[in-house]
């Protein structure tokens, strides 16, 4: 039997689907390999492979899953990586490939990318609220309506602002427009006798 070529992530050797299908369809030429989609929506897909012996019998499965968004490569192949996935999946349950791991090289990158790619949206989501505008007019309504219901210190207010928006706002002009705007306590109208 041949030797299946491995490729090193993290020091951890993962062979790659292709490998896996070589591997298979030179010393397993009368098995087959068959792929089918279990549920597709515009969003994702889910696959099933299954192998089975040259007298039709199921000897092994494997499912995959994938998102269309959760890569550039899926935007286009979320269905096509989803197959592959399913094969390497398949072909792992029957004993190719597996001697470091189960994981084909494909999914380990794919799983590394779309972690990248979320990582690097969060970033993204969180640089976009660090440059919005703060709209000052709503802070002060805020402000006010904390102190109306009289539960919570000025102080504790600002803090609550300061941890909010940290450096997008000037904690100095929120002090002296809320100042301005502070509800004062009514004087009742006295008559003299």
Known sequence: ???????KIHN???????ERLKYFRQ????YSLKSKVIE?????VLIKA???DKDGRVIATGIAEELKDASRINKTSYVENCETSAWGRA?????IGIDASVASYHEVINAIYTQNEMEGQEKKEIKKKKEEPVDISEILLGINTLRKRGDIKDAEIFERIKNKYGDRVDMEIIKKKSNAKKPTAKKGNRKAS
């Open 91 to 95: 072909l792992a349950n029957f004993g």
């Open 1 to 7: 039997m041949n030797k299946i070529k491995s490729i």
């Open 27 to 30: 010393n397993y030429p009368e």
């Open 12 to 18: 951890n050797d993962y062979v790659p689907v292709n």
């Open 40 to 44: 597709k929506t515009a969003d994702s």
């Open 50 to 52: 299954t192998i089975c």
